[in-house]
Nanobody, 125 residues
Framework: QVQLEESGGGLVQAGGSLRLSCAAS????????VAWVRQAPGKERELVSC????????YSINSVKGRFTISRDYTKNTVYLQMNSLEPEDTAVYYC??????????????????WGQGTQVTVSS
C-alpha cells in the first residue's frame, strides 16, 4: 500500500506552465504504475497520463500530447506532471493514483486503487 500526496497546483495564465508532484509519504512508488487524473467542475474524472513502474511505457490523452509530460524520479519517490502551454480547458482538480501492473487496463481510471487528495489547477484566459 502507498499513500500519495500531490502538490504544485495553482493559478496560472493561459500559455503558462506548472509542474505537479506526486510523492509517496508511505511506501514506495517504484513498484507501481502511476497516473494523473483530472476532474473539471461538473465533469467526470479523466485519466490524463500514466507511466509504468520502470518508466519504459507511458500514455497520454490526445488533448495533452505535446504539452504535458509525465516523469519519475526514483531517488525522490516522486512522479511529476510537467504541464506547458496550459489552456483554460485544463482547469481541474488533478489527482495522482497508483496501481500494480501495466497494460491497457491501466489506461482506465477503474484500475487505480490508491489515490491522493488532489491539487487544484486553474488556468485563466
Amino acid at each position: 500500500q502507498v499513500q500519495l500526496e500531490e502538490s504544485g497546483g495553482g493559478l496560472v495564465q493561459a500559455g503558462g506552465s506548472l509542474r505537479l508532484s506526486c510523492a509517496a509519504s508511505e511506501g514506495t512508488l517504484s513498484s507501481y504504475s502511476v497516473a494523473w487524473v483530472r476532474q473539471a467542475p461538473g465533469k467526470e474524472r479523466e485519466l490524463v497520463s500514466c507511466v509504468n513502474s520502470d518508466d519504459s511505457n507511458s500514455y497520454s490523452i490526445n488533448s495533452v500530447k505535446g504539452r504535458f509530460t509525465i516523469s519519475r524520479d526514483y531517488t525522490k519517490n516522486t512522479v511529476y506532471l510537467q504541464m506547458n502551454s496550459l489552456e483554460p480547458e485544463d482547469t481541474a482538480v488533478y489527482y495522482c493514483a497508483a496501481a500494480r501492473g501495466w497494460g491497457p487496463r491501466l489506461m482506465k481510471i477503474s484500475a487505480y486503487a490508491e489515490w491522493g487528495q488532489g491539487t487544484q489547477v486553474t488556468v485563466s484566459s
